[in-house]
């Protein structure tokens, strides 16, 4: 039999985590199959004995099961406590443990960054954006903020994390380094054509960052690179928190580059 592996979420929607991991467990010659299984609230605590007995070795976990599935593990890391979010389970031996690597993911693209943005803002409040907050600061970006539409929203998760909330209508002033949108403007669909960012706002040498990857280049992506800005895409954000997925459920790297090229052929 395989080793059982998968994604829990309700409504689970179209996810490329099936594609990513089971080529990574093809790759590297593993006899495990990752699946896709839409679990309802009600059925959550029922599964997460399953994972027990079966055993099931791993999981990707997604809305609405981020903070639920937490009453249901042996051990939560500090970086998943911080962000009151699970979105990865995994075992140590026989402890069922709990991690948060959209915040690994987040950071990762940024790391060879030289010199590091000296300050962040990231636009939204939701839960891309507690992990793009606690990221920058693991990082050790000295000024992080944040500013939201609905202002209330913004100033808690700021006073969670320590960080200002800047007024919606002030977002642009600021001189920031690096700019981070986890909003859905300019995703595909209705959103496409909108941007959290005037394409003259941009400071000189800034980094532009999109949670969104689909589509690949955003309009605020667009705009960033053309006022001279570098730009990452959400999909460096969803292969980091996926290749960290990888490695503590099997303790093996997938080959970023292949992965990245699978991910790009998935979305073009
Ligand atoms: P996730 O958990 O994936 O980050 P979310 O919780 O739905 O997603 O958060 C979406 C964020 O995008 C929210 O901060 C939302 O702002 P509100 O708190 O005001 O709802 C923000 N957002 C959604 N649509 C927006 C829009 N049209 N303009 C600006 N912000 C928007």
């Known amino acids: ?4 592996y998968g994604i829990i979420g309700w409504p689970l929607g179209h996810t490329m985590s099936p594609a990513l991991h089971n080529w990574g467990f093809a790759e590297l010659g593993l006899d495990a199959r990752y699946e896709a299984w839409p679990l309802e609230p009600e059925d959550l605590p029922a599964f ?7 055993p099931i070795h791993g999981l990707s976990v997604t809305i609405p099961h981020k ?24 075992w140590d031996g026989d402890t069922l443990c709990g991690e948060n690597t959209d915040v690994i993911g987040v950071v990762a693209p940024l790391r060879s960054l030289d010199p590091l943005p000296r300050s962040a803002m990231v636009l939204g409040a939701g839960g891309a954006a507690r992990a793009a907050v606690a990221g920058f600061l693991e990082l050790g970006i000295p000024r992080v903020a944040v500013s939201n539409r609905t202002q209330s929203k913004g100033e808690g998760l700021a006073a969670d ?18 700019v981070c949108n986890t909003t859905p403007l300019g995703m595909s669909g209705d959103m496409q ?46 292969l980091h928190q996926g290749l960290a997925q990888f490695r503590l459920w099997t303790g093996r790297d997938m080959d970023e580059a292949g992965a990245r090229r699978l991910l790009l052929a998935a979305l073009r």
């Open 67 to 90: 903070r639920a599935v937490m009453a249901h593990l042996d051990r939560i890391s500090d970086r998943a406590l911080a962000i009151g979010a699970v979105n990865t389970v995994h």
């Open 193 to 238: 054509e909108l941007t959290p960012w005037d394409a003259d706002r941009f400071e000189d040498g800034a980094v532009a960052y999109d949670i969104v990857y689909n589509p690949l280049e955003t309009r605020f992506l667009a705009e960033a690179g053309a006022a001279g800005c570098r730009t990452v895409s959400g999909l460096e954000m969803f």
């Open 161 to 178: 994390f320590g960080v200002a909330c800047v007024p919606w209508d002030e977002r642009m002033d600021g001189g920031w380094e690096l």
């Open 48 to 54: 997460m004995e399953r994972v027990r007995t079966e």
């Open 1 to 4: 039999m395989p080793r059982a």
